[in-house]
């Protein structure tokens, strides 16, 4: 495996070399944002492919919080639509991909160009394949939302070359969206009355992932303070008092992701708040159009094109 960049745009810095894996830091150095990048180019056979996934599923714990990238020739496919030619046959040892991805919350970064990335040579008995693949953590999906893998046509070789472009985003004015926590606010009738929804969004439940993780930490801090003085009078009403805000704080966030996510199957009083934010990241990464392919074959990408 050989990794090349240009110092005068990035850094990288190695963290981990494996027989089927490069794992490092790449920071752009204009902005100083940063990911985690790993190049793969998996073995052969079963066997011995295997020591991969496991590394990948133990690494992604530790990579859970930051923006991670994983591409290169996994040498696997995930399901039968990932294979055409040859025999039909899936055998249980197919499955371990699939799992792998599954264990370490990796999915496809959105991509155009071609879908089968190998190929034998052409006629009757040419066989395709998708295993070449770029990979995302859902912290990527949220951190670089405006990015999009291109696979590009094989020239004389047998894989198709990969291409991550991670854009700028462009910034429009939002839609208006009513959400249905707002009814829970004591003034909504008199607020809506007024015409005056946008200001009740902003005064009383803008940041709302952000407020919550704040009372949380303060009903923590206050159960500590009552385990030092459990007789504590004051504390115990601030404890009760946090509780509420708490709750209400919980159910209003929850309220945002499910409309957002629009998931009709929702089970009432589960608290799946990480699942609809990570639903939410990838419905709208998958959503936003960063490239079109014209009848020439052609790829646009110039939004005022």
């Not at 963290?15 to 920071?27: H, N, W």
């Not at 990238?69 to 040498?75: A, P, T």
């Not at 030092?228 to 404890?239: H, K, W």
Request: glycine share 4%; aromatic share 12%; with cysteine.
């Amino acid at each position: 495996i050989w990794v090349g960049w240009d110092p005068t745009v990035v850094s990288f810095e190695v963290l981990s070399v494996s027989d089927q894996m490069i794992l490092g830091k790449l920071c752009w150095l204009e902005t100083g944002v940063a990911c985690y990048v790993s190049v793969i180019y998996a073995e052969h056979s079963f066997s011995t492919r295997r020591p991969l996934w496991e590394d990948l599923v133990a690494r992604s714990y530790s990579l859970q919080d930051v923006p991670s990238l994983v591409l290169g020739d996994f040498n696997a496919i995930k399901d039968p639509s990932d294979r055409l030619g040859g025999s039909d046959l899936w055998l249980p040892c197919f499955d371990e991909f699939r799992q792998c991805l599954d264990q370490a919350e990796l999915d496809d970064l959105r991509y155009v160009g071609f879908r089968y990335t190998w190929s034998t040579s052409s006629g009757p008995s040419r066989k395709m394949r998708k295993i070449d693949r770029v990979l995302v953590n859902p912290c990527w999906s949220q951190v670089f939302s405006f990015s999009e893998a291109s696979f590009l046509a094989l020239g004389i070789s047998d894989h198709s070359p990969m291409v991550v472009k991670v854009e700028n985003p462009i910034l429009r004015k939002r839609p208006f969206k009513f959400f249905d926590f707002w009814m829970q606010h004591p003034d909504f009738d008199s607020i809506v009355k007024q015409g005056r929804l946008k200001q009740l969004n902003r005064d009383s439940f803008a940041n709302i992932s952000v407020r919550n993780s704040e009372a949380r930490e303060a009903l923590k801090q206050t159960q500590v303070g009552l385990l030092n003085d459990p007789t504590s009078m004051v504390l115990a009403d601030l404890e009760r008092a946090q509780r509420r805000t708490l709750v209400e704080l919980r159910s209003q966030e929850e309220s945002f992701f499910r409309q957002k996510a629009r998931i009709r199957w929702f089970k009432e009083g589960d608290r799946n708040t990480k699942f609809f934010h990570q639903y939410v990241s990838k419905r709208h990464l998958r959503n936003r159009i960063l490239s079109v392919v014209d009848s020439s074959g052609n790829q646009i990408t110039e939004p005022q094109l």
